[in-house]
């Protein structure tokens, strides 16, 4: 370990002290000298680390933009349609809005179906072969994308815009990495940006002449000094792949003029204190021990602090107690680092809020599609119950006067026998023929049979129209069990026995309860999404067993409905299936989660289900289960006065 010059200027030997004091200080002056020059080459190469940081995050902010837009409804309809004029007007506000310079779609065949550049990307020539192509193959990712005579590059990200079924395009959105960007990042530091290509300079914080030939080491070399418009500059290049194996490269700037006056004062304190030596010897020494010491520590510790932030930590601070070069240079590494902190906090807000707004658009999409078809559900079904009523109405109607036309007509004829016991043989082989004792006790039976079937089809259409009241958005004091009923019968054909499975059995165990006020349209689709996946559940317990073993061990539906408190009905659908596992219990009301496979299940029936009965209805859905032990919803509602509007 290197002694403290002060140490060494305590030497016993006074005799040689002023030799022993000359050589200590310029040690010393050299030392500081390369603390100084190791403390700024440093920080550029830090500032070249947090530059490719900040790149890296503004292309992933990028992918995050392509992501949003290629998601879009209207993106996704236009470009299946194929219209380009449709295209351009939905891509251009998208463009404005995103702030993008460069957006750009490009089919499976190859084809440029939309593309528009911006800012300072209006006029350049982009070098677009592989971007191209890997658009086209759906690919997703970012990167630079160079620019032909020197023009200004851009960041870009690439994903695939699909369908439902498959890929329909690939989607390319970029920014300019031009003065304002480069100026954007630099912000209030002394440090100064250079981009350029080869030795063509696309962008720079500098006023520079772009027409003359650019010269900076590579980004493999350490940081070196060059003059540069009429300033010396310490330059330390990065270097930024793109994607037809062409190199973008950015040279940090920063300026040596603080650091040559700093080793100017060094150097003319290193000689003062070599003529003082002469006369000062003792208080020289300490005084020079002292300043040492402090020099030290606070090198170091902006020599650590510096490490520290090119490790990632932003609130690294260094205290400030003194005005002179080293405290300046504490000042600005502070105000670097709090600029980069506030920069950063900015970012993770913008990509969370993002983020954020994407879900949010997701979940109101998906649920408007939901209400949307269960209206069309209810329209579909109110217009046919309708259509079937006027005319089983007026079979029905007529059945009653049928028969009792018909039993009149039988003792009519039971008449005419009795009056006419012998009637001429012609007339009795037509009797005969006839079978008229068979006919008149068939009929008889065959009206009772068109007086079931119309009842039963009354009861199907009224179960039909009860169950299109899903539209009907007042509150309205309602029978559950009559939902319930009505429900079942729409499901009706997945209850009854198949050549897979018999009957699943339907046990009702209705309680006492009251008119509940309530929306009874959404509580009726609640119903259906319940039953319709306990449904599910029992055809899934029941891969692998015969139907002997089905038989056996019969398939049940249990609806339990009670009244809990004064104002509180609970409505429980039980199931004897397999039972839901523990890791996908506490997920079961997550929006789009879903264990069915795909084109079966959207993973939102039990999402608005929950939606419906807490929000709408001030109520409570959870769920009662466990491996090989069956499921259990239950569902609590207020018998009035609770319900929220939303």
Same mark, same amino acid.
């Given at each position: 370990?290197?002694?403290?010059?002060? %140490?060494?200027?305590? &030497?016993?030997?006074?005799?040689?002290?002023? &030799?022993?004091? /000359?050589?200590?200080?310029?040690?010393?002056? @050299?030392?500081?000298?390369?603390?100084?020059?190791?403390?700024?080459?440093?920080?550029?190469?830090?500032?070249?680390?947090?530059?490719?940081?900040?790149?890296?995050?503004?292309? $992933?902010?990028?992918? #995050?933009?392509?992501?949003?837009?290629? $998601? !879009?409804?209207?993106?996704?309809?236009?470009?299946?349609?194929?219209?380009?004029?449709?295209?351009?007007?939905?891509?251009?506000?998208?463009?404005?809005?995103?702030?993008?310079?460069?957006?750009?779609?490009?089919? +499976?065949?190859?084809?440029?179906?939309?593309?528009?550049?911006?800012?300072?990307?209006?006029?350049?020539?982009?070098?677009? +072969?592989?971007?191209?192509?890997?658009?086209?193959?759906?690919?997703? #990712?970012?990167?630079?994308?160079?620019?032909?005579?020197?023009?200004?590059?851009?960041?870009?990200?690439?994903?695939?815009?699909?369908?439902? /079924?498959?890929?329909?395009?690939?989607?390319?959105?970029?920014?300019?990495? !031009?003065?304002?960007?480069?100026?954007?990042?630099?912000?209030?530091?002394?440090?100064?940006?250079?981009?350029?290509?080869?030795?063509?300079?696309?962008?720079?914080?500098?006023?520079?002449?772009?027409? *003359?030939?650019?010269?900076?080491?590579?980004?493999?070399?350490?940081?070196?000094?060059?003059?540069?418009?009429?300033?010396?500059?310490?330059?330390?290049?990065?270097?930024?792949?793109?994607?037809?194996?062409?190199? =973008?490269?950015?040279?940090?700037?920063?300026?040596?003029?603080?650091?040559?006056?700093?080793?100017?004062?060094?150097?003319?304190?290193?000689?003062?204190?070599?003529?003082?030596?002469?006369?000062? %010897?003792?208080?020289?020494?300490?005084?020079?021990? *002292?300043?040492?010491?402090?020099?030290?520590?606070?090198?170091?510790?902006?020599?650590?602090?510096?490490?520290?932030?090119?490790?990632?930590? =932003?609130?690294?601070?260094?205290? %400030?107690?003194?005005?002179?070069?080293?405290?300046?240079?504490?000042?600005?590494?502070?105000?670097?680092?709090?600029?980069?902190?506030?920069?950063?906090?900015?970012?993770?807000?913008?990509?969370?809020?993002?983020?954020?707004?994407?879900?949010?658009?997701?979940?109101?999409?998906?649920?408007?599609?939901? &209400?949307?078809?269960?209206?069309?559900?209810?329209?579909?079904?109110?217009?046919?119950?309708? $259509?079937?009523?006027?005319?089983?109405?007026?079979?029905?109607?007529?059945?009653? @006067?049928?028969?009792?036309?018909?039993?009149?007509?039988?003792?009519?004829?039971?008449? @005419?026998?009795?009056?006419?016991?012998?009637?001429?043989?012609?007339?009795?082989?037509?009797?005969?023929?006839?079978? #008229?004792?068979?006919?008149?006790?068939?009929?008889?039976?065959?009206?009772?049979?068109?007086?079931?079937?119309?009842?039963?089809?009354?009861?199907?259409?009224?179960?039909?129209?009860?169950?299109?009241? =899903?539209?009907?958005?007042?509150?309205?004091?309602?029978?559950?069990?009559?939902?319930?009923?009505? +429900?079942?019968?729409?499901?009706?054909?997945?209850?009854?026995?198949?050549?897979?499975?018999?009957?699943?059995?339907?046990?009702?165990?209705?309680?006492?309860?009251?008119?509940?006020?309530?929306?009874?349209?959404?509580?009726?689709?609640?119903?259906?999404?319940?039953?319709?996946?306990?449904?599910?559940?029992?055809? $899934?317990?029941?891969?692998?067993?015969?139907?002997?073993?089905?038989?056996?061990?019969?398939?049940?539906?249990?609806?339990?409905?009670? *009244?809990?408190?004064?104002?509180? %009905?609970?409505?429980?659908?039980?199931?004897?299936?397999?039972?839901?596992?523990?890791?996908?219990?506490?997920?079961?009301?997550?929006?789009?989660?879903?264990?069915?496979?795909?084109?079966?299940?959207?993973?939102?029936? #039990?999402?608005?289900?929950?939606?419906?009965?807490?929000?709408?209805?001030?109520?409570?859905?959870?769920?009662? /289960?466990?491996?090989?032990?069956?499921?259990?919803?239950?569902?609590?509602?207020?018998?009035?006065?609770?319900?929220?509007?939303?």
């Amino acid at each position: 370990m290197r002694l403290p010059i002060s %140490v060494k200027l305590l &030497s016993p030997l006074l005799v040689a002290f002023l &030799s022993l004091w /000359t050589f200590g200080t310029l040690g010393f002056g @050299y030392f500081a000298r390369k603390n100084l020059e190791q403390t700024a080459h440093k920080e550029i190469e830090d500032r070249a680390t947090l530059l490719q940081q900040d790149l890296k995050q503004k292309q $992933e902010l990028l992918y #995050l933009k392509a992501r949003w837009v290629s $998601e !879009d409804r209207n993106v996704i309809r236009a470009v299946a349609a194929g219209d380009r004029p449709l295209l351009l007007r939905t891509m251009l506000p998208i463009q404005a809005s995103l702030k993008l310079d460069l957006i750009r779609i490009v089919d +499976t065949n190859g084809e440029l179906l939309v593309s528009s550049q911006q800012g300072a990307l209006t006029q350049a020539i982009l070098e677009d +072969t592989a971007i191209n192509r890997a658009a086209r193959a759906g690919l997703s #990712l970012s990167g630079i994308l160079l620019a032909e005579k020197g023009a200004v590059p851009s960041l870009v990200g690439l994903i695939s815009i699909k369908s439902s /079924t498959q890929i329909l395009a690939g989607l390319v959105v970029g920014g300019a990495i !031009d003065d304002a960007l480069l100026q954007q990042i630099r912000g209030n530091t002394s440090m100064h940006l250079v981009a350029f290509q080869g030795d063509r300079i696309t962008a720079s914080t500098l006023q520079l002449n772009r027409a *003359r030939p650019w010269q900076a080491p590579q980004p493999e070399s350490l940081p070196k000094v060059a003059k540069i418009a009429g300033e010396n500059y310490l330059i330390k290049t990065i270097g930024l792949p793109g994607f037809d194996r062409a190199t =973008l490269k950015i040279a940090v700037l920063k300026s040596v003029i603080q650091t040559e006056q700093a080793e100017q004062k060094l150097w003319f304190v290193v000689g003062g204190f070599g003529l003082l030596g002469s006369f000062l %010897v003792t208080g020289v020494t300490l005084w020079g021990f *002292r300043i040492t010491q402090s020099l030290g520590r606070r090198i170091q510790s902006l020599t650590q602090a510096t490490q520290q932030l090119a490790q990632g930590d =932003l609130t690294t601070r260094i205290p %400030v107690n003194n005005q002179d070069e080293v405290g300046i240079l504490a000042q600005s590494f502070n105000v670097m680092a709090q600029e980069l902190t506030n920069r950063d906090r900015q970012l993770s807000q913008q990509m969370q809020q993002l983020e954020s707004t994407l879900k949010e658009l997701h979940r109101t999409q998906s649920q408007m599609v939901q &209400s949307e078809k269960m209206s069309a559900l209810g329209q579909m079904v109110a217009g046919v119950a309708h $259509e079937i009523n006027n005319p089983v109405s007026f079979i029905h109607g007529n059945i009653t @006067y049928v028969n009792q036309y018909t039993q009149e007509l039988l003792r009519l004829l039971n008449s @005419y026998q009795q009056h006419y016991p012998n009637p001429p043989q012609s007339l009795q082989t037509e009797l005969d023929d006839v079978d #008229l004792n068979f006919l008149s006790e068939d009929l008889t039976k065959v009206l009772h049979s068109m007086q079931v079937g119309s009842d039963r089809i009354r009861e199907i259409v009224i179960s039909l129209r009860n169950f299109a009241r =899903l539209d009907q958005a007042e509150l309205k004091f309602v029978n559950l069990h009559e939902g319930i009923d009505n +429900t079942l019968m729409i499901v009706q054909h997945r209850i009854k026995a198949t050549a897979q499975h018999p009957t699943i059995e339907i046990v009702k165990q209705y309680g006492d309860l009251p008119q509940v006020e309530c929306y009874a349209g959404q509580l009726n689709q609640v119903f259906m999404n319940l039953l319709v996946n306990a449904i599910d559940a029992l055809e $899934e317990s029941n891969r692998g067993r015969s139907f002997d073993q089905i038989a056996t061990n019969p398939n049940t539906i249990c609806i339990t409905t009670s *009244r809990t408190e004064p104002n509180q %009905v609970q409505i429980v659908f039980a199931d004897n299936g397999a039972g839901i596992p523990e890791n996908v219990r506490s997920r079961l009301f997550d929006p789009f989660f879903t264990t069915k496979p795909v084109g079966k299940g959207t993973g939102l029936g #039990l999402s608005i289900s929950y939606q419906i009965i807490a929000e709408k209805h001030g109520g409570k859905l959870w769920c009662d /289960t466990a491996p090989n032990c069956g499921t259990k919803f239950i569902i609590e509602l207020p018998i009035s006065g609770n319900h929220q509007v939303h």
